[in-house]
Antibody, heavy 116, light 107 residues
Framework: QVQLVQSGAEVKKPGASVKVSCKAS????????IIWVRQAPGQGLEWMGG????????NSAQKFQGRVTMSTDTSTSTAYMELRSLRSDDTATYYC?????????WGKGTTVTVSS | SSELTQPPSVSVSPGQTARIACSGD??????TFWYQQKPGQAPVVVIY???ERPSGIPERFSASSSGTTVTLTIRGVQAEDEADYYC??????????FGGGTKLTVL
């Protein structure tokens, strides 16, 4: 079945980087965008950006530009989101999702905790 | 960037109609999406492209728009509809924007 499986929870210190993976299965990976959304504890949804494996193009939210890198590995049908220079307010659950006409498939989320 | 404004909370009794508004200057020009999120779960799209309902989403979910406000309507609310609801659109730069979310409580 179509699914996105995300990597496990991470605990990082301020200033470090985190790389979250999102492995797709059950569909042709290159045919869909992958979108990244995060949610801080008790807060709302926040769009981080998206990537098209087909075209290689990315689009990220202005607040993350310079600090986020989205990439894909076609050979493993995996998308990655790397966030650098982590701060305590980056503590959140990070979701990947497949974008067709809408985000129809979501990963279960990866919790990233930033703490000294 | 554009902002989308939602009421923090809406409460209805079972069987009644819930209406959740989302206001923003960009809304007349871009498609709107609505997400339902239950505690500990990933969001689920209940409305896309303004008024379309994904397969598997009950017919009691619908959406409409008027000017700079879009409204998610849930008719015949059921206990299982209790969740957080988020509107989302895209601004002129192509950036996605989410509303702050509305907690729907079924009394």
């Amino acid at each position: 079945q179509v699914q996105l499986v995300q990597s496990g929870a991470e605990v990082k210190k301020p200033g470090a980087s985190v790389k979250v993976s999102c492995k797709a299965s059950g569909y042709t990976f290159s045919n869909y965008l992958i979108i990244w959304v995060r949610q801080a504890p008790g807060q709302g949804l926040e769009w981080m950006g998206g990537i098209s494996e087909n075209s290689g193009s990315t689009n990220s939210a202005q607040k993350f530009q310079g600090r986020v890198t989205m990439s894909t590995d076609t050979s493993t049908s995996t998308a990655y989101m790397e966030l650098r220079s982590l701060r305590s307010d980056d503590t959140a659950t990070y979701y990947c999702g497949r974008m067709d006409y809408y985000m129809d498939v979501w990963g279960k989320g990866t919790t990233v905790t930033v703490s000294s | 960037s554009s902002e989308l404004t939602q009421p923090p909370s809406v409460s209805v009794s079972p069987g009644q109609t819930a209406r959740i508004a989302c206001s923003g200057d960009s809304l007349p020009n871009q498609s709107t999406f609505w997400y339902q999120q239950k505690p500990g779960q990933a969001p689920v799209v209940v409305i896309y492209k303004d008024t379309e309902r994904p397969s598997g989403i009950p017919e009691r979910f619908s959406a409409s728009s008027s000017g700079t406000t879009v409204t998610l309507t849930i008719r015949g609310v059921q206990a299982e509809d209790e969740a957080d609801y988020y509107c989302q659109s895209i601004d002129s730069s192509g950036a996605w924007v989410f509303g702050g979310g509305t907690k729907l409580t079924v009394l």
